[in-house]
């Protein structure tokens, strides 16, 4: 683990003189079955990239058996239900392997083999993290939906990767709300005949349609099964997990991560970034409160908290629920000392008052972190003041589903930290800014697009049945270069500050969501025509969803229609891409090739209509002052 900064510098000098050296004494640290040959072959122009070359082992092994000579009695994870102390269990390393053996042999005896993919669609509950390792365990490829998700998108990821299983719950608990967890599953399914089995964990109690030939019930079976397995042989390149993420463009993309180089990486990303004390004795503990359905769960709350041997909080329910101390309550419940969140969270929270934040202690409190868009410099102070009593670094953690870890943090306490900056790239990492054209920016106090220029270990190796689409997803923009979709400055000392999206995403509430999909879902209603959708500074969002809506006319109340609108989003994607504003207008601003013209819906979006540029080249240029008059 790097201590200092004067280490950190020559680290990464290390990384990017000798990258194989570099890795290949990183992953000697692991446990393998046959060690790799090669250790990186790679280009960016298929691309095809390889590490560890024909490394043999089992990511659980790493993560759970490696540790049970030392640590069985230790704590892997505390659950806290989203109920307040109602039925919070303790489990040990040598529990976790006992009962990520007996769902991988459920598994099995369902026929699942190597390779076949496996639909994760429950909450946050242990069994969810056991599902996702007991897949790894049998070499079974996990393919995890965020449980908002509607039955649509649920039915589209599980036809995408063809998945064979379901796991899933009867219901969920977020907050004051029970949802029918199940029911979902069971409307998905209407339109995937290929799912074979549906193991159902019994959590909330609620009655269920029991499909005879299909559903098991996990507390019916999964108890009875052998709490050991043998863990699977895998090679390094061979598939761990699908996670399906929103580009610009089109559906979803299953981003695919392989086994060996995410291993490594993302315990090498949270030991250095959050610099735990992994000794067996030590009493720090973690806790990440994103949900396992998002690639910060799949690395920091499954992956790499098990893997560097460290005890972590999984929470079942929502910041605000009973009330807007929930988290600060169970931080000194349980004395967490690293805590990880996002900023729509601590933005909401802030915006609740104080009088929820002092009747706690946070004393425990060593290293805060943030993850999953820009931080910004108010919610930042208020944070480290409040929170951190002004004596926890802020590790402002910049990376994406694609590359798997954290790609720019500081290190805590060991790199200097800045308001609003991602700071300082890993070793390994090498980022590089590009103008318009793809040249290289070189310099410091400068602004351009962010780009990679070497492989990392946990990088994207392809999306799932489609390579030509991660090719031109991330690789042919700047030809050479791994290209992040996020614009970036560098600042006169060379930290690294993520100004946001330059292309069609948006971040809403830390969930990305592409305004293409949002777009498809809004037509899907029977009365529009067209839509456009941009994102809006929203102050507790990060950013909210503006949608222009073309309706002919002759048709209904515009308050019904807009409801309806909404209720047809929720139906396709789910309630996180709901919008927060919709206009109706009678025409979109488009070029004469008919191409619209985002950028000045974005300004109007964002109330910014007096430097609209020039709209002279549109078909139309007077639909844009209707737009502006209407503006919500
Ligand atoms: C996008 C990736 C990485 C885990 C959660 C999100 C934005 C992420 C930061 C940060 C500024 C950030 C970027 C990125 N983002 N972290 N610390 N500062 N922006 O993963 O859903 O794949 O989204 O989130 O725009 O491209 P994701």
Not at 444 to 454: P, S
Request: some cysteine.
């Amino acid at each position: 683990m790097i201590t200092t900064f004067e280490e950190y510098k020559k680290e990464y000098q290390k990384s990017i003189e000798n990258p194989e050296a570099f890795w290949d004494e990183i992953a000697g640290q692991f446990s393998w079955k046959q060690k790799w040959t090669k250790t990186l072959d790679w280009n960016f122009d298929e691309p095809n990239v390889k590490w560890f070359v024909d490394g043999k082992f089992n990511i659980t092994e790493n993560a759970i058996d490696r540790h049970l000579l030392g640590r069985a009695n230790q704590t892997a994870f505390i659950w806290e239900s989203n109920a307040i102390d109602v039925d919070n269990r303790v489990i040990t390393y040598q529990n976790l392997h006992d009962e990520v053996c007996r769902v991988a042999n459920t598994l099995k005896s369902f026929g699942v083999k190597k390779g076949d993919r496996v639909c994760i669609y429950m909450p946050m509950i242990p069994e969810t993290v056991f599902s996702m390792l007991a897949c790894a365990r049998i070499g079974a490829v996990h393919s995890v939906v965020f449980a908002g998700f509607s039955s649509s998108a649920l039915a589209g990821r599980i036809q995408d990767c063809d998945c064979k299983i379901v796991l899933t719950t009867d219901g969920a608990y977020r907050g004051v709300k029970d949802i029918p967890i199940k029911a979902v599953v069971d409307e998905a399914l209407e339109t995937c005949l290929g799912v074979e089995k549906v193991l159902v964990y019994k959590h909330t109690g609620t009655p269920v349609f029991i499909n005879k030939e299909r559903d098991i019930i996990w507390q019916e079976v999964v108890p009875n099964a052998l709490s050991t397995c043998t863990p699977e042989v895998m090679d390094s390149e061979d598939v761990l997990f699908i996670l399906y993420t929103s580009g610009s463009t089109g559906k979803p993309k299953g981003v695919v991560h392989t086994c060996g180089g995410y291993m490594v990486y993302t315990c090498y990303s949270f030991q250095n970034v959050f610099q735990m004390n992994t000794e067996q004795n030590s009493n720090d503990l973690f806790w990440c409160t994103a949900d396992v359905g998002w690639i910060t769960g799949h690395s920091y709350i499954t992956y790499a908290p098990l893997l560097a041997g460290v005890s972590s909080v999984i929470f079942e329910g929502v910041p605000t629920f009973p009330d807007a101390g929930r988290f600060w309550k169970v931080i000194d419940k349980y004395k967490v000392t690293h805590f990880y969140t996002a900023p729509t969270a601590i933005r909401a929270l802030e915006a609740q008052g104080l009088d929820f934040v002092t009747p706690y202690k946070l004393d425990s409190l060593k290293v805060l972190g943030s993850v999953g868009e820009p931080i910004n410099e108010e919610a930042w102070q208020w944070y480290h003041k409040n929170i951190g009593k002004e004596k926890c670094p802020i590790v402002d953690t910049w990376w994406q589903t694609e590359t798997g870890g954290i790609m720019i943090s500081a290190l805590a306490g060991v790199t200097p930290t800045k308001p609003s900056y991602a700071t300082m790239p890993l070793p390994g990492i090498q980022p590089m800014l590009v103008d318009e054209k793809g040249n290289e920016i070189i310099g410091n106090d400068v602004e351009g697009n962010l780009c990679i220029k070497f492989p990392w270990p946990s990088m994207i190796r392809t999306t799932y049945g489609d390579h030509a689409r991660c090719k031109q997803a991330y690789f042919e923009t700047y030809p050479g270069l791994y290209f992040t979709g996020d614009g970036c400055r560098r600042d006169e000392n060379g930290f690294y500050r993520i100004t946001g999206r330059v292309d069609d995403v948006m971040n809403v509430s830390g969930h990305r969501i592409g305004t293409a999909e949002v777009e498809s879902a809004i037509n899907a209603h029977i009365d529009v025509v067209e839509s456009a959708v941009v994102g809006y500074p929203h102050d507790i969002k990060g950013q909210g969803i503006y949608a222009y809506v073309i309706v002919p006319s002759t048709t209904k109340n515009h308050d019904i229609l807009k409801k309806e609108i909404i209720a047809e989003v929720n139906k396709i994607i789910g309630p996180i891409a709901k919008p927060d504003k919709i206009q109706i207008v009678s025409g979109l601003p488009k070029t004469r090739s008919g191409k619209i013209m985002r950028r000045i819906l974005r300004k109007i979006a964002e109330g910014d209509v007096n430097n609209l540029g020039d709209i002279s080249t549109l078909l139309d240029p007077t639909v844009v002052d209707e737009i502006v008059k209407g503006k919500l």
